[in-house]
T-cell receptor, first 114, second 113 residues
């Protein structure tokens, strides 16, 4: 069990640029989640996958946000045309289907938009 | 809609003292309740969870929490705090299929020597 891995750990970008974050979940976990955490707040649910299927995406913050999990393993979260308000920590978590609530989180990817 | 309130933004306790972190939830039915801890530079880690049954649940690192339906609360406790417990603590609520876990804003715990 190598844990959930996220890359990059920190990304600094200029407003208007696109950014992509990658998440490698624990290998035997078929569920993968993306959350956003801003300063002084708890994680905010964005989207989740069961295997390669994206089962919930209505909570993505805008159409500039998209996520994929093409082969049911790693996932990417892309933010297009970044805005300063996108600056936050983006967290990935994984779990086994049927094990409610026991999410294993990565250390997060911090985005700074200048 | 489900929501979680953690009334205390920051709590300071002395090492060896007891600890209670408050959590109140709003949900249409009995939810699944959780406490997570986030240490600096580390991912969130599950401390304990409540689904049903005994309303006092034990977790890792000596923590426990009590579910009180009448008060819509799920407070976290520890009888004797250690310096390594300094961290951010999050209460969370989720429906059965956990795809929409809602977190509180967190309580930052500082431990004085």
């Amino acid at each position: 069990d190598t844990g959930v891995s996220q890359n990059p750990r920190h990304k600094i970008t200029k407003r208007g640029q696109n950014v992509t974050f990658r998440c490698d979940p624990i290998s035997e976990h078929n569920r993968l989640y993306w959350y956003r955490q801003t300063l002084g707040q708890g994680p905010e649910f964005l989207t989740y996958f069961q295997n390669e299927a994206q089962l919930e995406k209505s909570r993505l913050l805008s159409d500039r946000f998209s996520a994929e999990r093409p082969k049911g393993s790693f996932s990417t979260l892309e933010i297009q045309r970044t805005e300063q308000g996108d600056s936050a920590m983006y967290l990935c978590a994984s779990s086994r289907q049927g094990v409610t609530g026991e999410l294993f989180f990565g250390e997060g990817s911090r985005l700074t938009v200048l | 809609a489900q929501s979680v309130t953690q009334p205390d933004i920051h709590i300071t306790v002395s090492e060896g003292a007891s600890l209670e972190l408050r959590c109140n939830y709003s949900y249409g039915a009995t939810p699944y309740l959780f406490w997570y801890v986030q240490s600096p530079g580390q991912g969130l880690q599950l401390l304990l969870k409540y689904f049903s049954g005994d309303t006092l649940v034990q977790g890792i690192k000596g923590f426990e929490a009590e579910f009180k339906r009448s008060q819509s609360s799920f407070n976290l406790r520890k009888p004797s705090v250690h310096w390594s417990d300094a961290a951010e603590y999050f209460c969370a609520v989720a429906p059965y299929n956990n795809n929409d876990m809602r977190f509180g804003a967190g309580t930052r715990l500082t431990v004085k020597p």
